[in-house]
């Protein structure tokens, strides 16, 4: 041991736990390997200078007939064993990082809080040489009428204990506690913090989560249940209304295919007839999106089936319309047409029937007509390096051929019935006719295709491969140096 040390142990402890101290700061939380081996090296260090110079802790201190150098040393035994409190909960904490990660972190705290007391005790046993037994009475007594006074807080402690073991939510998962839905992002002594989608805090105590129904939205992980209520007509025939709700489910890609969505009946009034759509998407950010997805193809089939919800405005259609002339009403690129051109329109416009799985217009193939979608589910397929992929879905209202109707180029996708779908087919002749004399309609198609030609070559293009930076590491790990 240098001389130095030897010849002034107390300052050099002293100082040992200034630079611990320096050293914890100093060093980054990403350096949480290194802060851990800086603290049992400082702490090794700082038990050589005091058992070499007679510090022992497990002993009364020395120096009785000098009453500073007595208490100096009392107070650094004392300190050692609050030191080696402070590092050996440092190390299990560590230990439990690894095993647990933060969901063991009230457990963290407990645990260090009794190495706190027992290390209290022990350096009232050993160093001051108190009866702890006495103590411990003395102690015990307290803790009753503390107890009795914090009731409530112990309750929530405790709680959080049985919280952090049964683990029924955990960091960044999505809960509701009793109707009070958002993200967790912290769990502590006291309370559980939930971050709502409003973006507000909601403080729950733990003693509440325990009691309370737990709803875990983010278990398991791979799959996120959504449910959409809609309100038909009483008049409305259960099937009819089923089998339109099923085809938007399946015109909806974000719902997963297992678990399969599902249409259920869920209660009849005198008002009206109330069905749900519930399924699941893969994540939960798609939720949101997906629900208002899903009802817009909800309303689209209904309407296509003659069956209106409640919240919509019925009878926009005359009753004695034909399908083909509800169907131009309803279209978002046909709507704006005169009354007789919707009217000369429908008369020129024959229904066509696919069953499921059959082409509607294969890619490659010039079209020279025109499909609107009246009910159904169409799927379009693209191509990518040699192999189809389903690249979108398409309902009621949407029109098929634009790109030979208006350049007389070929389509950049097969068209197939997914469903059971029925069409209506309007020939160029007829067609062509109404783009010279109606511009609106001719560029709202024309934005059409540019918009689905975009989105066709978004999806087959191979995304642009980055460059990797070159330099001497990426060469030493080349060569598995």
């Not at 100093?26 to 110079?53: P, Y």
């Not at 875990?216 to 709700?245: C, K, W, Y």
């Not at 089939?301 to 131009?328: I, K, Y």
């Not at 490659?364 to 799927?379: M, P, Q, R, W, Y």
Request: glycine share 8%.
């Amino acid at each position: 041991m240098p001389s130095f040390i030897a010849d002034h142990p107390m300052l050099c402890a002293v100082a040992l736990i200034f630079i611990d101290i320096a050293v914890w700061r100093l060093i980054s939380a990403d350096l949480a390997n290194w802060k851990l081996a800086a603290r049992l090296v400082i702490f090794a260090v700082f038990s050589v200078v005091l058992f070499n110079d007679g510090m022992n802790p497990m002993q009364t201190a020395p120096y009785a007939d000098d009453t500073t150098l007595h208490l100096a040393a009392t107070a650094l035994q004392i300190g050692w064993w609050l030191f080696a409190a402070r590092t050996l909960t440092v190390l299990l904490g560590a230990v439990m990082m690894q095993r647990v990660g933060h969901t063991g972190r009230l457990l963290q705290d407990l645990m260090g809080a009794v190495i706190f007391l027992i290390a209290i005790i022990a350096a009232m046993a050993y160093v001051l040489d108190l009866p702890v037994k006495g103590v411990l009475a003395t102690s015990g007594a307290v803790a009753i009428i503390v107890g009795l006074a914090l009731q409530s807080t112990l309750s929530d402690v405790f709680s959080g204990i049985v919280l952090n073991t049964t683990k029924p939510y955990q960091i960044d998962d999505w809960i509701s506690i009793d109707g009070t839905e958002g993200r967790v992002t912290d769990i502590d002594w006291r309370a559980t913090r939930l971050q709502t989608s409003q973006g507000s805090l909601a403080v729950i105590p733990n003693s509440l989560a325990a009691k309370a129904k737990i709803i875990n939205f983010s278990r398991p992980a791979d799959m996120f249940g959504l449910a959409v209520s809609l309100q038909v007509s009483p008049h409305a025939r259960p099937q009819t209304v089923i089998e339109a709700l099923e085809r938007a489910m399946q015109g909806c890609r974000p719902l997963l295919a297992q678990p399969a969505p599902s249409v259920a009946f869920k209660a009849s009034t005198s008002g009206g007839v109330e069905y749900e759509i519930s399924g699941f998407v893969p994540a939960m950010g798609l939720k949101r999106e997906t629900r208002n997805l899903l009802y817009d193809l909800a309303y689209r089939h209904l309407q296509a089936a003659g069956v209106g919800l409640l919240s919509a405005t019925e009878g926009s259609t005359p009753p004695a319309a034909s399908g083909a002339r509800a169907l131009l009403e309803r279209s978002s690129i046909f709507s704006t047409l005169r009354q007789e051109e919707k009217d000369t329109f429908s008369q020129n416009m024959t229904l066509h029937t696919y069953r499921a799985g059959e082409m509607i217009l294969a890619a490659g193939e010039v079209s020279d007509h025109l499909f609107i979608i009246e009910s159904g589910v169409v799927s379009v397929l693209l191509v990518k390096d040699g192999h189809k992929f389903e690249a979108g879905r398409m309902g009621p209202g949407e029109v098929i051929g634009e790109s030979g109707i208006l350049s007389e180029q070929a389509a950049l996708a097969d068209f197939s019935a997914k469903t059971y779908c029925t069409l209506y087919r309007i020939e160029n002749e007829y067609l062509k006719p109404c783009l010279d004399a109606r511009h609106d309609i001719g560029e709202a198609m024309k934005a059409l295709l540019d918009f689905r030609r975009h989105a066709a070559q978004a999806l087959t293009e191979d995304a642009p491969v980055v460059p990797v930076k070159k330099g001497f590491l990426q060469w030493l790990r080349k060569r598995g140096l």
